[in-house]
């Protein structure tokens, strides 16, 4: 902080650089930060003498960013804002409420929390929650959020994670497309394959058949937001390859049903991320646990609907 210090005139030159690259003028930054125009100028004259660059160019129509200034601009605007951010938790932790972002995919929000949403809620009245979806496969930092989702390999010690459970998988569709009515004769209708495009779609070949009757060429469909691969399944538009960590829900109700007696598995773990530049609030830690614990709520009832698949002891 010291040095951020050193690279400023004051700390007042980013706010008023701030209101003016958003305003895209002197005037109307002088109106907000209620200062004279002529002041909001030199103080911006005087910020890029500082720092021996142009900030914006200055037209009749008003003040435009320089690349420069676009630069500075968007990361004072990340950082305003999660200064902003913090704040908000502040006067919510005075007032009871907590704030918890989490980092899943869409597909984890939509198909397995959602379902169950008002008894998180009801077990954690006192926070709002947040989050920082991801369409396609879990991947990237736990930056910016309390708790993200990830997918490590077993080799990886990961000391800020919790294990959930290993990575399974199970063809899944709807029990319609199961019950397959064998077309007339001298006609074959092949299965349709549903794939997340960014994952391999070679799993097929590991299965030799599945439980649909069907026997002719497959066909293929292929979206890049798992939650609508698993949606498709659900309205009976093929197979997929279900991620327990999503799918749950939808097995145990008899949305969805396997699709084959045979599971996929990785070697890869699921687990649960805070990150490592902070440590874990404590209503953080119980949200991360909850999830845990209600999964495997779900898979001892699913290992009971469909012990031949041997589910629960492949992932733990």
């Known amino acids: 902080m010291s040095e951020l210090r050193r690279m400023l005139p004051s700390g007042n030159a980013l706010f008023v650089f701030e209101a003016a690259a958003r305003s895209g003028s002197f005037t109307a930054a002088a109106a907000e930060l209620n200062v004279t125009q002529p002041a909001v100028s030199r103080m ?29 601009f968007r990361r004072v605007l990340d950082g305003f804002r999660s200064i902003e951010t913090g704040l908000r938790e502040i006067e919510k932790r005075r007032s009871g ?44 930092p ?21 294990l959930v459970m290993k990575e399974v998988m199970v063809p899944i569709c709807s029990p319609a497309y199961r019950q397959f009515d064998a077309p007339t004769k001298g006609q074959a209708e092949g299965n349709t394959i549903i794939n997340l495009a960014d994952t391999p779609a070679d799993w097929v070949s590991k299965y030799s058949e599945f439980l649909t009757g069907r026997i002719g060429a497959s066909k293929a469909l292929s979206f890049s937001d798992y939650a609508i691969v698993v949606q498709a399944a659900l309205l009976g538009q ?4 279900g991620w327990l960590t999503v799918t749950s829900h939808w097995l145990l109700t008899g949305a969805l049903v396997p699709a084959s ?30 999830i845990a614990e209600e999964l495997r709520n779900d898979l001892v009832k699913i290992d009971r609907l469909y012990p031949k698949l041997g589910l629960l002891a492949a992932s733990y």
């Open 261 to 290: 007696a045979t599971l996929t598995t990785t070697g890869r773990l699921c687990k649960l991320v805070y990150p490592p530049n902070r440590p874990i609030r404590p209503v953080v830690a119980e949200i991360r646990d909850w």
């Open 44 to 72: 911006l004259a005087r910020f890029e003498q500082y720092l021996g660059v142009r900030l914006f160019d200055r037209t009749a129509a008003g003040a435009t960013l320089t690349e420069e200034g676009d630069l500075l």
């Open 238 to 241: 093929g197979i997929a390859l």
């Open 97 to 140: 409420t907590e704030t918890v972002t989490l980092s899943v995919s869409t597909a984890f929000t939509t198909h397995w929390l959602m379902p169950r949403i008002d008894k998180l809620q009801r077990q954690f009245p006192g926070v709002d929650l947040r989050f920082q979806l991801i369409s396609g496969s879990l991947r990237g």
């Open 142 to 162: 736990v930056e910016n959020v309390d708790l993200g989702m990830r997918f490590s390999s077993q080799d990886d010690p990961q000391p800020n994670g919790a």
